[in-house]
């Protein structure tokens, strides 16, 4: 291991699908106090050239808001301090329940952020990460949700006009196939295949249309296919958390979704955003 790269981790970025192409990326500032960081710099390191070789990551003991910059104890959601978690409406719970979206009523935590973000085209898709499962997404192209979770195939299935709408079809079209994967699944084996086109044909028989008073696109099927840069698998199906007192220093046997996989286990890059490193290679 000759070279070193310190810095506060952001998710994993990614380019092409076949095999997807990962940076891991640090983020720097111009200016750091103990309060406050400004200015943010990034290194762009590219792991898949790592496959096979040995990485060592070191911990140490601090995380920086990744909104705000200022030190915080804990992360919340994708490393957010407790502060932003309760004030930014990039963190409301209904990010992750956009069947809940409360714009509407007036209560938007911030006016502005809703309508740049939830008013846009949103896709309900399918997809096979660890079996099939019902997402929605305003990312362009797509494929880039279906990497961020490991999946080996997508499939777009309607589109309409606000995050509320994909997340109404979406609580709808989770009564027939699951919105959840299981993250042991994901870094212990390959999927199997699934006809994501014959299950969109038969979910689009099943929903009660009647329900929605918007109307949503049917989009063709076209099926993207991903594969990752894999050579083997985790011996144990464990999630790997930071141990600030022993770096870990393993070989990278692969990656998949947000997670570097190592013979110990997977590490979930994306929960770990904010947390500062230092990485070996
Ligand atoms: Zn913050």
Avoid at 122 to 135: D, E
Avoid at 137 to 165: H, M
């Amino acid at each position: 291991m000759k070279s070193e790269i310190e810095g506060y981790l952001r998710m994993l970025s990614h380019k092409e699908l076949n095999p997807v192409n990962y940076s891991l990326e640090l983020i720097n500032y111009k200016e750091i106090t103990k309060k406050s960081a400004q200015g943010e710099l990034k290194t762009s390191l590219p792991i898949n050239d790592l496959l096979g070789k040995n990485i060592c990551i070191t911990f140490y003991d601090e995380i920086r808001c990744v909104d705000c910059g200022k030190i915080t104890k804990k992360s919340f959601a994708g490393g957010s301090c407790y502060n932003c978690l309760l004030s930014l409406a990039s963190n409301d719970f209904c990010i992750l329940k956009p069947s809940e979206c409360h714009f509407h009523k007036g209560t938007c935590r911030e006016e502005e952020w809703g309508k740049a973000h939830c008013f846009q085209k949103h896709i309900v898709y399918l997809a096979n990460s660890t079996g099939i499962k019902v997402g929605i997404t305003k990312e362009n192209p797509f494929s880039k949700r279906w990497v961020d979770q490991g999946a080996i195939a997508g499939l777009p299935l309607l589109e309409v006009k606000s995050r509320l709408e994909s997340g109404l079809l979406e609580l709808e079209i989770a009564k027939y196939v699951p919105d959840k994967s299981s993250w042991q699944k994901l870094i212990s084996e390959d999927s199997g295949f699934i006809d994501l086109e014959k299950k969109s044909k038969e979910i689009l028989e099943l929903i009660d249309w009647k329900k929605f008073d918007f109307h949503p696109q049917v989009l063709s099927p076209k099926i993207t296919e991903i594969t990752y840069p894999i050579r083997s698998y985790p011996l144990k199906k464990k999630s790997l958390k930071p141990n600030f007192n022993e770096p870990l220093n393993s070989e990278l046997l692969g990656i998949k979704g947000q997670y570097l996989l190592f013979p110990e286990g997977g590490m979930n890059i994306r929960s770990l955003s904010g947390y500062k490193v230092k990485i070996n290679y």
